[in-house]
């Protein structure tokens, strides 16, 4: 059975969009958990399955290619699923005296921090994963009616861009243990 250690190209590259065209394509769909390892067995949505043994720091992006036959016209391509995060907006708070800065950062913190919930600061923003319901992050987060901030969702895969590996790994890495594929 064949290892696959690299990633050889991604959908979103043009050359490689083009090469695909006419390809007949296997996707495994990775969880969040999952798609932060570098070693796992994943199963494709043939039912086949692949042995993932990429080199350590490696950070899979969605639309990564692991296998391309150009005789065959096959490839095997990643697809990730993220899982939607909530965004704090801090930046209201910029013009505010510093004991307020302070006393609203530690709210939010104790809000956040009480639900064991992880999270990443970017600037004046706070992303949060979905980890429990979103019903259930609304409701904190009005519960605790912290002033000057405001929160939304978007979807994980939007956030990925602006987001440092270690950071991403943060947002993801530990929010879902539910996974189809097995470490190796």
Same mark, same amino acid.
């Given at each position: 059975?064949?290892?696959?250690?690299e990633i050889i190209g991604n959908t979103h590259d043009p050359e490689w969009h083009e090469k695909l065209h006419d390809c007949h394509i296997?996707?495994?769909y990775l969880d969040q958990w999952t798609a932060q390892k570098s070693r796992f067995l994943a199963k494709s949505d043939h039912g086949n399955e692949y042995p993932i043994a990429l080199k350590r720091q490696s950070q899979i992006v969605d639309g990564d290619i692991i296998s391309y036959d150009p005789e065959k016209k096959e490839a095997i391509v990643l697809r990730l699923e993220l899982n939607p995060v909530m965004e704090i907006d801090l930046s209201k708070l910029e013009s505010k005296s510093p004991e307020d800065i302070i006393r609203i950062s530690v709210e939010l913190g104790h809000a956040i921090g009480n639900q064991h919930w992880p999270a990443v600061v970017k600037d004046t923003k706070v992303?949060?994963?979905?980890?429990?319901?979103k019903k259930v992050m609304?409701?904190?987060?009005?519960t605790h009616h912290i002033e000057d *901030?405001? %929160?939304e969702f978007h979807p994980g895969m939007e956030? *990925?861009? %602006?987001?440092?590996?270690h950071e991403i790994r943060r947002l993801f890495g530990g929010?879902?243990?539910?996974?189809?594929?097995?470490e190796l």
């Open positions: 059975m064949e290892i696959f250690t296997e996707t495994i992303y949060v994963p979905l980890t429990v319901d609304e409701s904190v987060m009005e *901030i405001t %929160y956030v *990925i861009p %602006y987001m440092a590996p929010a879902s243990h539910h996974s189809h594929s097995h």
